[in-house]
């Protein structure tokens, strides 16, 4: 009768690791920033939409060409998701015009953060790019 209580101690043991390794996928899968980095060019869009979680989309097209097959030219768009509302709140008035974003990778998107893997969460400048009064957004 001494293996029942061996028994119940591997069990919770096992079911222990699960857990961290479960906890530890999650967390490295929708929670580990893979990288952080500054992206400029015109807004051309800025939205929020969703059917369950509304979360703010948004497409910055920058400077230049990018081409996916030999002898195709595609412009260069930069699609993100916003998740602070003071952000979006800045960046609803500055369709059209040169933004500065500072933004965070993530390895996959969740539901409530976005449809995006890159996330903004500072806007460092925002104006048109031809005037010399571009402001900066703190």
Known sequence: FLIIPQMKKIISSILFAFVIVVVAFVWWRYYFVFGEGVKAGNLNFFVKKGFVFKTYEGRLIQEGFKSAAPGALQSNEFEFSVTSDS?????????????????????????????????????????????PGTLPVN
């Open 87 to 131: 952000i979006a709140a800045i960046l609803e008035r500055c369709s059209g015009k040169t933004v500065e974003l500072k933004y965070k990778e993530y390895l996959h998107p969740l539901p409530w953060r976005g449809m995006s893997t890159y996330v903004v969460f500072e806007v460092l400048k925002a104006g048109d790019s031809t005037s």
